[in-house]
């Protein structure tokens, strides 16, 4: 099973949000519904960035990794934007970008 990052947008604020799952369909519900507590009440959230991973240590790692860049202006180098989420990206352990599972 792949493990998705994610980057989410707050359409009203403008901040951003970073995090891991394996279903980002169903995270994004959960973080659209108020479910999550660091997102609930500063929707509505819209997916900005993908990479996807075969592992969760590598997701976890790549997480960490944009959460402590993130005061650095990562999201401009990755050029967040509101894409859709389908144009995600594949990085395997060697850091190789290939396109998402089938």
Known sequence: MAYTVYILKSESSGRF???Y???LEQRLIKHRAGSTKTTRNRGPWKVAYT???ETKEEA???ERELKRLKSRGIYE???V???PFHGARFRNATGDVKPPLA
């Open 17 to 19: 949000y970073t995090g």
């Open 21 to 23: 799952t394996e279903n």
């Open 51 to 53: 990479e996807l991973f």
């Open 60 to 62: 976890t790692k790549r």
């Open 77 to 79: 180098k990755l050029k």
């Open 81 to 83: 934007t509101c894409a």
